[in-house]
């Protein structure tokens, strides 16, 4: 019989990512992404309590952690959101796009390289529009 040797890894904690005025507003973490650099890890905001937040306001935020002076609790980044977020992905090999669904039935991608408007692709809402959360967003949702 052969014997199984398991080896245990140590896992170091170096920082804690956050939003303070996430959570100010009561809002969690819905969904994590990392950039296809490994580099930026986003973090997407909304709530996770029962009632009526589908009108909530809230937030996608990147985090580089590569920058010399990572500051914690301060994104790079912040992407606000007119919805809840309830999933976050980021391209597999586009590292300025990002892709999140909200919890209207929105799926909207964003192009972090753009400073002004970095809002890509929205899908809308009309009268027959999805109108149910959109709890995974995927890498093959960017075909285009």
């Not at 959570?23 to 930026?40: A, D, I, K, M, R």
């Not at 029962?50 to 985090?63: A, H, I, M, Q, T």
């Not at 799926?107 to 972090?112: A, E």
């Not at 899908?123 to 960017?142: I, K, L």
């Amino acid at each position: 019989m052969r014997k199984t040797v398991m080896s245990y890894l140590q896992v170091s904690h170096l920082h804690s990512l956050q939003h303070p005025s996430a959570q100010e507003q009561g809002l969690h973490v819905t969904g994590v992404s990392w950039s296809c650099t490994g580099s930026v890890v986003a973090c997407s905001y909304g709530r996770t309590d029962d009632g009526d937040w589908s009108n909530e306001k809230s937030c996608v935020c990147l985090w580089n952690l590569d920058r010399r002076n990572l500051r914690s609790k301060q994104a790079d980044l912040v992407l606000d959101v007119p919805a809840a977020v309830t999933s976050v992905c980021c391209h597999p090999k586009q590292p300025a796009l990002i892709a999140g669904g909200l919890y209207n039935g929105e799926v909207v991608v964003w192009d972090t390289s753009r400073t002004q408007d970095p809002v890509l692709a929205q899908t809308g809402m009309s009268a027959d529009s999805h109108r149910e959360p959109v709890y995974q967003v995927g890498a093959n949702f960017f075909c285009f």
